[in-house]
């Protein structure tokens, strides 16, 4: 048996430092935010070279925030990728903008920076990369990009904790990026929280009052904010974990490199890849296979005991809750083929190499198995 993840044995690992973190807090009665966020928030912004951090009730309230900050609304529109989680298409309508999609590379699954140009038109306000499975997206083409159009750019880096490019963090890239706690994240919170980073200290302020029912001090509401404020025991428990969240990522590295000589010329399987020059923290391991088996694989394997996701099987452009932009199959092709191509292994720091092998074992099995 290998599970797709296992957050019980990473609890176990760090019990005696988190528990009583979270009494702490329970005892300060700083429910939320308070010290533990701060002290979070500082470490945060230390380990992956930041400006500044400000917590969030969740990664979804972080793009918000984010979209917020950057005065995106009515009438503007961001270019995204449709092959994300739909949060990040989500929070741009929430705002009263259009997500305006971009095809993705074939071998990352990461939005195509040389198709944005394109996609650019006069209402045109942001783009919001994602650095989907842990992968920074082409942060310096997009970056000229948005230079050359007077663009602000949103880095969704949600999946993307600790990942670099040309020696750079995700969160340190962009205008404003977003980062999400869900507990199935490479950095988990037990319960909900997100971040936003930014080197700009007016945006910070700005995103700090927006979370906090736009309050500049105590009574005195400057703009209209919202409650995303993070609790108290999520700041602690996420401190705590910032003292393993870098051994956990060369963790994830180290089993990628397991997985990469594991399920090394299995016919009909196409590994992931990591691009020169930068960091993958494999949030996901998604191999693909052909569209046609995908399905029975995935059956196969967990039949054998292997847990498998996927990682995204219907791209936004072609959710119902989207319906109203009007697209339809064949708009964004490659992502409704990496869509139906892609499957996600095991993947976890306390992956063991055995684990690793029982993996490539059953694939290899399956595969020879599942018919076309
Ligand atoms: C998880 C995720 C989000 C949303 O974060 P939540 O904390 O679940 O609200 C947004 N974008 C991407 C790419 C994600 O993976």
């Not at 929430?94 to 140009?117: K, M, Q, S």
């Not at 910032?242 to 010329?265: D, I, P, Q, S």
Request: with cysteine; hydrophobic share 45%.
């Amino acid at each position: 048996m290998v599970p797709f993840l296992d957050l019980k044995a990473q609890y176990r690992a760090i019990k005696a430092e988190v528990d009583p973190a979270v009494i702490d807090v329970l005892e300060s009665g700083s429910f939320v935010l308070g010290p533990a966020v701060q002290r979070f928030e500082a470490a945060f912004a230390r380990t992956y070279e930041l400006e500044h951090a400000i917590g969030c009730s969740s990664g979804t309230a972080a793009l918000h925030l984010a979209l917020l900050a950057a005065g995106i609304g009515q009438g503007d529109e961001v270019i995204t990728t449709p092959m994300t989680f739909i949060a990040t298409a989500i929070t741009i309508d929430l705002v009263g903008a259009t997500p305006v999609f971009v095809d993705i590379e074939p071998d990352t699954a990461l939005i195509d920076a040389n198709r944005i140009e394109a996609a650019i038109t006069p209402r045109t306000k942001a783009i919001m990369p994602v650095h989907l499975y842990g992968q920074c997206a082409d942060m310096d083409r997009i970056q000229q990009i948005a230079d050359k159009h007077g663009l602000v750019v949103i880095e969704d880096a949600a999946q993307a904790h600790g990942a670099k490019i040309g020696g750079t963090f995700a969160g340190g890239i962009g205008r404003l990026a977003c980062f999400s706690f869900y507990p199935g994240k490479n950095l988990g919170a037990y319960g909900e929280g997100g971040l936003v980073s930014t080197a700009d200290a007016a945006l910070a302020h700005k995103v700090r009052m927006l979370r906090d029912w736009g309050q500049d001090r105590k009574y005195h509401h400057a703009i209209k904010g919202l409650n995303y404020r993070m609790d108290g025991v999520q700041g602690a428990v996420l401190d705590v974990k910032m003292r393993y969240v870098e051994a956990w990522t060369e963790a994830r590295r180290n089993v990628a490199r397991l997985y990469e000589k594991a399920l090394a010329g299995i016919p009909g399987v196409i590994l992931p890849v990591e691009k020169p020059g930068r960091r993958h923290v494999w949030h996901v391991y998604g191999i693909r296979v052909d569209a046609a088996r995908r399905d029975r694989i995935a059956k196969a394997l967990n039949e054998a005991g292997i847990a498998t996701n996927l990682h995204y099987p219907i791209p936004v452009h072609l959710q119902p809750a989207f319906a109203e932009l009007g697209h339809g199959p064949g708009d964004f092709p490659l992502s409704e083929r990496h869509g139906a191509e892609e499957l996600s292994l095991p993947m976890f720091p306390e992956m063991t190499a055995a684990q690793v092998d029982e993996v490539a074992a059953a694939l290899r099995a399956v595969t020879a198995k599942v018919a076309a």
